[in-house]
């Protein structure tokens, strides 16, 4: 069962930062793209930045586009989620997920082919 395996979740105060990894190593195809989700407290799991990864191009949800960004070392699917000015909205469970097969789902859609088990961030104000 391939799996992707995300770390760098935390607690820290409002206007913090943190950097999120997503290690992708055990995915032997070559991903149209991987993406971020989060999932907030009673809230539906939404994708927040979706990087392409043929080309590199980027996307980012409006509530963190400015604040967050999405990259990736191509040679082992890795990706990274440098996130900046955090709120305590950002609060949540932060997934992410990766597509090999067919089109990319983007962020509206969550037909990904594998997910991570999440990692919690907690922002305080």
């Known amino acids: 069962q391939v799996r992707l395996v995300e770390s760098g979740g935390g607690s820290v105060p409002a206007g913090g930062s943190l950097t999120l990894s997503c290690d992708g190593s055990?995915?032997?195809?070559?991903?149209?793209?991987m993406t971020w989700f989060r999932q907030a407290p009673g809230q539906e799991r939404e994708g927040i930045a979706v990087i392409y990864s043929a080309h590199g191009a980027r996307d980012y949800a409006d509530s963190v586009k400015g604040r967050f960004v999405i990259s990736q070392v191509k040679t082992n699917n890795t990706i990274y989620l440098q996130m900046n000015s955090l709120t305590p909205e950002d609060t949540g469970l932060y997934y992410c997920?990766?597509?090999?097969?067919?089109?990319?789902?983007?962020?509206?859609?969550?037909?990904?082919?594998?997910w991570g088990q999440g990692t919690q961030v907690t922002v305080s104000s």
């Open positions: 997920a990766a597509g090999v097969v067919g089109r990319c789902p983007g962020l509206e859609s969550q037909a990904y082919d594998w």
């Open positions: 055990q995915i032997v195809y070559n991903t149209i793209c």
